[in-house]
């Protein structure tokens, strides 16, 4: 019953900035907690932060300070403002959402995932 649809990862030059997006959609849900993770090659995956939905939040020690996580719950999305990208901010990017859904009760819910490639 929900649809994550990521968007705004690409190509950036070390010292550079994304903003990710990802958009819920659907019927019959109430989104909770969201937040991005994120899979390098060779690396477990990583949170990188979340948002709650009365918006406090939450970082990982290595983004903090440059990345920014936000959330309009009027229109379902949460972002990801990442400033100050580095070589090692090179992942996928997944966002998830923890949801209830009427049909499935509370559930996570993840989209596909946006490549963000950070070149030195």
């Known amino acids: 019953q929900v649809q994550l649809v990521e968007s705004g990862g690409g190509l950036v030059q070390a010292g550079g900035s994304l903003r990710l997006s990802c958009a819920a959609s659907g019927s019959g849900f109430s989104l909770n907690a969201m937040g991005w993770h994120r899979r390098a090659p060779g690396k477990q995956r990583e949170l990188v932060a979340t948002?709650?939905?009365?918006?406090?939040?939450n970082y990982a020690d290595s983004v903090k300070d440059r990345f920014t996580i936000s959330r309009d719950n009027a229109k379902n999305t949460v972002y990801l403002q990442m400033n100050s990208l580095k070589p090692e901010d090179t992942a996928v990017y997944y966002c998830k959402a923890e949801a209830w859904a009427v049909a499935t009760g509370r559930s996570d819910y993840w989209g596909q995932g946006t490549q963000v490639t950070v070149s030195s």
């Open positions: 948002i709650t939905n009365g918006g406090y939040t």
